[in-house]
Nanobody, 125 residues
């Protein structure tokens, strides 16, 4: 399986933006559908977005649709998630996940076999 490492988290004021990055190693990330999930304190893991292998199909959860962009650079083996107009409720640990065979149920965390260790995003009001 591919190994994943997230970066780009931090502390930001409400209304600001962050760009999270997920770097793959060990396998070519272009062979994988990649997603982002997040887990806020005391809450269940929540699906955020997913991107197809070629980057032509993008999927977003309603909570971030319209203010986030998922993208990938297969030459660099990375997937990024840009979130704009951040809100305090976006505070969470953000995880990227990958799987070579996902075709549906993107929002089901059990669908994804490879996970990174997460990066903390904290949005202050």
């Amino acid at each position: 399986q591919v190994q994943l490492v997230e970066s780009g988290g931090g502390l930001v004021q409400a209304g600001g933006s962050l760009r999270l990055s997920c770097a793959g190693s060990g396998r070519t990330l272009s062979s994988y559908v990649v997603s982002w999930f997040r887990r806020a304190p005391g809450k269940e893991r929540e699906y955020v977005a997913a991107i197809s292998r070629t980057g032509t199909s993008l999927y977003y959860a309603g909570s971030v649709r319209g203010r986030s962009t998922i993208s990938r650079d297969n030459a660099r083996n990375t997937v990024s998630l840009q979130i704009n107009n951040l809100r305090p409720e976006d505070t969470a640990v953000y995880y990227c996940a990958a799987d070579p065979d996902v075709r549906s149920n993107y929002s089901d965390w059990g669908t994804w076999r490879s996970w990174g260790q997460g990066t903390q995003v904290t949005v202050s009001s």
